[in-house]
């Protein structure tokens, strides 16, 4: 299989992938909780459970963000580089950033791996589940944000990358 149709693998399969998911949890917790507000109040009788399933829900949904970020290349940057050098030597920044990245986010996906052992002993209070789940979440949030990042990669390295950066408009200068 090929660079570019491994690169449109990812995009399209893993891009439907995560936004079922994320669509599905949101989903979820909307209707959960609205029940629950329900329930709460009018027949004053509410769901236990129900802020420790939204807990889980919300980590779920912020890592699996980051991953939709990372997806769509909106995480931060810090556009200098790209302004003061031409074209040829900011597609190796680029290339750069991007294993940098790649570095940074496997690095702290270890450390959730890591993480997982020490929580996973610990229960909820009332549900009595594994506090172990919140690394598993975050893990699977940061497994996406390592494929996207592989795809941001093979991008730069073919050339087609589509950083958000700007450059500086000449006319906003301030006469001397």
Do not use: C
């Amino acid at each position: 299989m090929s660079l570019p149709k491994i690169n449109k693998f990812i995009t399209t399969s893993m891009n439907q992938l995560l936004d079922i998911g994320i669509v599905v949890v949101i989903l979820g917790l909307v209707i959960m909780l609205s029940i629950n507000v329900f329930l709460r109040y009018v027949v004053s009788k509410p769901f236990y459970w129900s802020e420790e399933i939204s807990l889980f829900g919300i980590v779920f949904i912020t890592f699996i963000g980051g991953a939709a970020l990372v997806r769509k290349k909106k995480n931060i940057t810090i556009s200098i580089l790209f302004e003061i050098f031409d074209n040829k030597i900011t597609d190796v920044i680029k290339v750069v950033i991007e294993f940098l990245t790649l570095f940074v986010i496997g690095f702290v996906f270890w450390q959730t791996i890591l993480l997982f052992p020490r929580m996973a002993p610990t229960v909820t209070p009332t549900m009595r589940i594994s506090e172990g789940l919140y690394p598993i979440l975050a893990g699977v949030g940061y497994l996406f944000m390592l494929i996207f990042q592989v795809n941001n990669i093979i991008s730069a390295i073919l050339g087609n990358s589509n950083h958000q950066t700007k450059k500086i408009n000449n006319d906003m200068k301030v006469p001397e």
